[in-house]
């Protein structure tokens, strides 16, 4: 079954205004760690954010936040005043507490426009 | 404070040769992680090890694949007799413990080629 879900498998959005980024997750583990990660055209990945499953607070880091609806299961990224810098794929992936692993979603592409 | 450091970037072997894929954690880092992704898709967990001790290696394939983190040294990702199915990118990552709070933090991978 699949544990993350990114629906968006492109998005477009102009210079200086906000996107979301959508992402639904899987578990029926109470602990669980989201963490969103950038992926620019050079290849590597770039970690933006988390969110522990009990966090009381939506993370913020800069122009990033993090829209956790715990019981809709969702932690949507969103980016406040797009730069064309933040062009690249964004990927959703969820730690659980009694698992080693990472799981990602499939990813979205963001492309800002100037 | 170097990041995580993998070699080489890009590799090219012919069907039948061997792959060696390197991974340096952080520093103070003893966790580590590889993933591969294949094009357009997400990274796919293979295997978790810490110092000299493989812990997970539920998502490494059963054959030709193997990974190492020796005492001295960085990791090492093998594979053995490449086909083309094995091109992809593999990304190691290190945290340094194994909370679920630690973030992992990603190399810039290895873009693995068969001909």
């Known amino acids: 079954a699949q544990k993350i879900t990114q629906t968006q498998p492109g998005m477009f959005v102009q210079e200086k205004e906000a996107v979301t980024l959508d992402c639904t997750y899987d578990t029926s583990d109470p602990s669980y760690g989201l963490f969103w990660y950038k992926q620019p055209s050079s290849g590597e990945m770039i970690f933006l954010i988390y969110q522990g499953s009990y966090d009381q607070q939506n993370a913020t880091e800069g122009r990033y936040s993090l829209n956790f609806q715990k019981a809709r299961k969702s932690a949507n990224l969103v980016i406040s005043a797009s730069q064309l810098g933040d062009s690249a794929m964004y990927f959703c992936a969820m730690r659980e507490g009694l698992v080693n692993d990472m799981r990602f979603g499939a990813g979205t592409r963001l492309t800002v426009k100037p | 404070n170097a990041g995580v450091m993998q070699n080489p970037r890009h590799l090219v072997r012919r069907r039948g040769q061997e792959a060696r894929l390197r991974c340096s954690p952080m520093k103070g880092h003893s966790h580590v992680y590889w993933y591969r992704q294949l094009p357009e898709e997400g990274l796919k967990f293979m295997v978790y090890l810490q110092k000299e001790n493989i812990i997970d290696e539920s998502g490494m394939p059963k054959e030709r694949f193997s990974a190492e983190f020796p005492k001295e040294g960085p990791s090492i990702l093998r594979i053995q007799q490449v086909v083309r199915g094995d091109s992809a990118a593999y990304f190691c990552?290190?945290?340094?413990?194994?909370?679920?709070?630690?973030?992992?933090?990603f190399g810039p991978g290895t873009r693995l080629t068969v001909l």
């Open positions: 990552a290190s945290s340094p413990k194994h909370l679920l709070t630690d973030t992992q933090y």
